[in-house]
């Protein structure tokens, strides 16, 4: 992998609904960074699989990921519980998450020339997709807090799903995602530790800003 020199590389883990994907999308806007939300590959893989069970192969994810246009990841049948459900199964697959890899390692280290680097947030972003990123930021929050998000986030979308099912769906997906084989999600040593449980979207971005600021004007 040639990578792209003297960028601003962000690396993200997080469980779900954690603020993560708010708070990188407010990171790449600031500092013009490229922005790409891992775990979308995943949900639309998912789709994927859901669409074409019977004819569901490496080769046919392989085609589809080489081909995958930004704007595929945008689509809200994306945020569906079937395909959240169906999106950590494919993410156990080892052979689909070498595929993801590759695709995720272009968009770290190989952005775009208009963008001055890139942000990626996801569950194995500093411990395996981007290691050597120049800043790595673990976000994390209460579970009770982060289905109440969901749930809402549901509600604004009409999905017809209660408080006590995002919160099943969340402690399970929390489950496969830190006890999978491969990628578990875990914070590491040298990455910092933000919690949002009860930081606004503004005063998160503003720790983050202020910790990135230090770093970069020195």
Do not use: W
């Amino acid at each position: 992998m040639i990578k792209r020199r003297n960028i601003i590389t962000v690396a993200i883990d997080s469980p779900a609904a954690a603020g993560a994907g708010t708070q990188a999308k407010l990171i790449s806007k600031h500092y013009n960074l490229f922005y790409l939300d891992t775990g979308k590959i995943y949900r639309y893989i998912g789709k994927l699989k859901l669409a074409n069970e019977k004819k569901f192969t490496y080769n046919l994810v392989k085609r589809k990921i080489s081909n995958l246009k930004f704007s595929y990841l945008n689509d809200k049948k994306l945020l569906s519980n079937e395909i959240a459900i169906s999106a950590s199964q494919v993410a156990k697959d080892k052979k689909i998450r070498y595929i993801v890899h590759k695709f995720q390692q272009k968009c770290a280290y190989q952005p775009p020339k208009k963008f001055k680097g890139s942000v990626l947030d996801g569950r194995d972003i500093i411990t395996i997709q981007v290691k050597d990123a120049m800043f790595k930021f673990y976000i994390t929050a209460n579970l009770k807090i982060r289905a109440l998000r969901r749930f809402n986030e549901y509600k604004n979308l009409n999905k017809k799903m209660t408080y006590d099912e995002v919160l099943k769906s969340l402690k399970l997906r929390d489950k496969s995602d830190k006890e999978r084989k491969y990628g578990p999600l875990k914070k590491t040593k040298d990455s910092i530790l933000i919690n949002t449980t009860k930081l606004s979207k503004k005063s998160c971005f503003k720790k983050i800003k202020s910790i990135m600021d230090k770093k970069l004007n020195n």
